[in-house]
Each structure stands twice: as C-alpha cells, then as structure tokens.
C-alpha cells in the first residue's frame, strides 16, 4: 500500500515539475510552450482548421454560385444511391476487418510470445508494412485474376482429394472481390497488431503470471484471467489503428480495380475522389462534414471507454 | 514409483516440445504466404519475357487452363533491369520525385513536428492537454475527409499540380508528433529541472537534452513516416496533373499486362529503398508502432 501511495506521489510531482511551480517559472515555460508549438500550429490551422471551416460552409451552398441552400446539399447525397452504397461498403468492410485483424493479431502474438527469440518471424509479418501498394498490384492480379493461382491451386487441391472439378470463379468481378480487399488488409496489417499485442504481453509481470500457477491455474485460465484483462489497452490503441489504416485500403482497390471497381467494393474514397474529379464540391463538402463529423464523434466515445478502462 | 514419476515428467516435457514445435508450424506456414509476393516479384524480374508470356497467356487470351510459373526460370535475363536503368528516363524522373518528396516532407516535419512534439511532452500548460486532443482527432482524420480542405487552400495558394502541393499538407500532419511525443514522454523531467536550475535555456534543454535523449520516437516517426510517403498515392492522384510530377508509386500500375517482366523488375526496384529502410530501421519501427499506443 505504501509503496502505490508513493508512486502516485512521485507521479504527481512529475506533473508539478511539467508545469512549473511559481509565477515567473511558470510565464517562462508557457512562453516556451507557445514557440516551440508555434510553427506547427499556424501550420495546422491555416492547412487544416481554416480550410475546414470553409468547407463547413460550402456545405450549406451551391458548388457553382455559392448561394445559400440551407441543409439541401445533406438532403441530396442521403438520397445519392452512391453514397449510400459506398457508406454501407465502407461500414461493412470496417466491421469485418477490424475484428478479423485483432483476432489474427492476437492469435500470432500469443503463439510467439511462447518463443524466446522470434524477431525472424516478426520481421516477416512486419514486412508488408514496408511495401508500397503499387508493387504488389500486379501480384494481387496474377494471383486472383480467373485463370490465376488462387484458381490454379483450388483446382489441384480439387484433382488431389476428388471433390470437385476446376475452379474459374472470377475473384474481382463478383461479390468475392469485397473478400480480395479483406485479405490484402490483413496481409498488409498483421504484422504491426502482433507487435503491439506482443507489446502488451510482454508488458505483464511475470509474477502474475508466476502466482497464477502456483495457485493452480492452468494455461487456459491464466490467459482468460490475467492475460486478456490485462491487454485492455492494448486493445483500444489497436482497434482505433487498425481504423486509421482501414481507409488506405482505397489504394489496392483503386489500383486493382480503377475508379469504378465492382459494386461491392465501392467504398467511399472512391466516391470523394470522383466527387472531386467531377468538381462535385457540394455534395463532398457536406459529405465531409457528415463523415468528419462521425469520426470524431467515434474517436471522442472510445477515448472515454479508454479513460474508463485505465 | 520414482520411475513412473520420471515417466510423466519426460511426457509433460514432450508434449511441451512437441506444442511448441506445432506452434512454429502454424506461424510458418502465414509467413510463408507472406512472402510469395515478393518471390513472385523477384523471380518475375529476371524471367525472359517470351517465357513469361507463355506462363501468362492463359490469363491475358482468358481462355483454357491456368497461370503457370517458374521459381527458376529456364531463360534467366537481366535484360529488364538493363532496360529500366539505362533505356527509360521516365523511370528516372519518377523515382527522384518519389526521393525528393519523401526527403522533403521527412525534413519539414523535422522541423515542424519534433519541436511541437517536445512542447506538448516536456511542457503542461492550460489548454495543452485540449490542444494535444485535437491533434489526434486530426491525425486519425482520413486523407478523404480533410481532401476538399487541403485543395482549397492549395488553389488559393496557387500551389496546385506543383510538388509543394504533396508536401506542405503532409509537413504540417499529426502523426509524427504523436510518434515523437512517445520518445520524449519518456524521459524523467527531473533531468531538465536540473538543467533549468544550472541556468540552461529552455532551447538549450530541447536541443542538448531533449533530442539525444529522446530520439527513439523521432527516429521511429522518420521510418514510418518514410515507408508512408514512400507509398504516397492519394494526395498525387488528386493534386497532380502533370504525369512527369507524379511519384514512382503512381507508375507502376502504368505499365500494361504485356509487360509483366519489366514490371515486376520496376516493382523490385520500387521495393528496393523501402526494404533497406525496413531492415535498418526495424527496432525503431516496432517502437514506434509501441509509442503510438502510448496514450495520456
């Protein structure tokens, strides 16, 4: 007990320390504060918040003349059948990644924190984090194009077992090209999930671990008891990453499939970019607006799930 | 008894092996998934483009039977690479814009973004908490959102289909202030009270103790930053026009189907800086993959 009331001390004055004790220390520090902040923050106001505005305000005109229309511009693309679709693509490949992602991430990290010294195969997973979308473009068409090797290989597996003839299901023209984008997303996003749940695991004391076993519990419990609780936070950095990275999926699927891919991986970005090509700028204005909007509502409510959970 | 004992001991360690040898395999085998791709690229990039054709004929006529490959080729040739470095200045241009803007934006959120870092780690302040929220929603912004934005004030600027375009935005972003802020968090701000009672500036402190100490998350937000931009495909697609400006990410996918070879021998290329700045800066990437769970 008086070990954690110290700490919490200690904690507290490295707080005082950050914000200076007394009046003219405290004016010399916030003076240093403002100019070290000072580039960034003109910066990000004149490229970012300014600009921003302005568009809140484009949302409530027309493209053209720049009349006023009221909520017209929210009215139009809720009834926009591209839009709509492009919301319901990008919620439903958001909903079946990230699970799937944290899962993998989670299953990998476990398996390789049971390994001493297993930075060979982190650095495998890690690696398709450094390669750029464009080079692998070709490989994704010549693995899931119809006379590809996914094909190929199903077909061998159908002549080895007997169970069915060959296969030609074409991967990027039907509804299969959503599952084409599920699985480039983990190939390219395992990897930095694993490190962090490795992270998270290591992080755990070994006394707990340790004082588990020694009061009977076996491996199944020490994982559901100790471990999992534990990694609480590590959950929420990586759901809220994997969401960050979830939207660059855009470029594999532009790549692949070009501005108009088949229906059901027309996500949003598309959408923005060919709003912005057709100088559309009403409708992405207000759209912005609607999924900034949405966003930052979501970022605020896991943050506070965040705070509760610490 | 004793023997029966030993008996089970030596079975509990065997099936300790033995699961653990299970376990190797069921990460093998995603790894080895994993790395087909660039296989497939390498092998590709030294195969001759008869041979190739031939193996990929079945998909581009889209008729009878399947891909074929070889690991090794049976005519192997470097006449792609001959061709993409000593035959195609395009190639050139390209990948000296794709070098120029990564080097540009790195330097400019050096700039920028490490000072900010350090004002929000080593200095607490009213408001600081609030402002630091706010660039985290911004930085998880995606490019989509803030798109309109940045093309508005870039026209104003007369900056559009210049390179500029691609990098101011890109200097002022978030994340490596969020990546940094890690690294600098974690110093003990009882060393700079030191500092400030020997009489250093608060300058003196960021740059003699501050950036030594603190380098991990600077280093880690330069290689991610790095394999990022390197990437770069949405910000050139909307605001360059003229096709010689664009980066070496935008180039590949030009290259038709016919030219598997010399395609697959560019993407090698194009893979090339990015892997060596993967191996070098693997510890300080895994760190700042760490830091950017870091949350306060």
Known sequence: MFVIKNRTNSLHNVERLRAGIGGKRGWRRRRAFFLFLLPSFAGVILFVLLPFLDVVKRSFQTAVTGEFTGIKNYGVIFHNQAFVLAVKNTARFTLVCIPLLVLAGLLVAFTLSRFQNASLIKSVYLFPLAMPTATIVLVWKMVFYRQGFLNLFLTKIGELTGLWGSVTTDYLGTGASFWVLVASYLWKNTGYTVVLWLAGILAIPNEFIEAARVDGAGRWKCIRYIILPNLKGSFYTIVILSFLNSFKIYREAYLVAGSYPQEDIYLLQHLFNNWFVNLEFDKMAAAAVCVGAVLFVAIMALQRIWDKAE | ?296
């Open chain 2, 1 to 296: 008894m004793e023997r029966l004992e030993n008996m089970m001991q030596l079975k509990k360690r065997l099936c300790g092996e033995a699961g653990k040898l299970l376990a190797a395999g069921a990460l093998l085998v995603p790894a080895i998934l994993i790395c087909l791709p660039v296989l497939l690229i390498l092998t590709g990039s030294v195969m001759d483009s008869l041979e190739m054709k031939e193996y990929l004929l079945p998909v581009f006529s889209d008729g009878e039977g399947y891909i074929r490959w070889r690991l090794v080729p049976d005519y192997p040739t470097f006449s792609h690479y001959g061709r993409l470095l000593f035959m195609t200045p395009s190639f050139f241009v390209l990948f000296w814009n794709s070098v120029k803007l990564v080097l540009c934006i790195l330097a400019g959120q050096l700039l920028v973004g490490v000072p900010a870092a350090w004002a929000f780690a080593a200095y607490s302040v009213r408001g600081s908490r609030a402002l630091f929220a706010l660039y985290v929603v911004l930085m998880l912004l995606p490019f989509q959102v803030t798109m309109l934005s940045s093309y508005l004030v870039l026209d104003r600027l007369a900056l559009m289909n210049t390179h500029a375009a691609i990098i101011l935005p890109a200097v002022f972003s978030t994340l490596p202030i969020f990546l940094s802020y890690g690294g600098f968090r974690a110093i003990p701000p009882q060393l700079f009270e030191a500092a400030r009672i020997d009489g250093a500036s608060e300058l003196r402190i960021f740059l003699t103790m501050g950036l030594p100490l603190g380098k991990s998350g600077l280093l880690s937000a330069m290689v991610l930053g790095f394999l990022e931009y390197w990437n770069l495909m949405e910000q050139p697609l909307a605001f360059l026009e003229d096709k010689a400006l664009w980066p070496l990410s935008l180039y590949l996918p030009e290259i038709s189907w016919l030219q598997a070879g010399f395609a697959l021998c560019a993407s090698f290329v194009t893979l090339i800086p990015a892997a060596f700045v993967f191996v070098l800066g693997q510890d300080y990437l895994e760190q700042g993959i760490v830091y950017s769970g870091l949350k306060e």
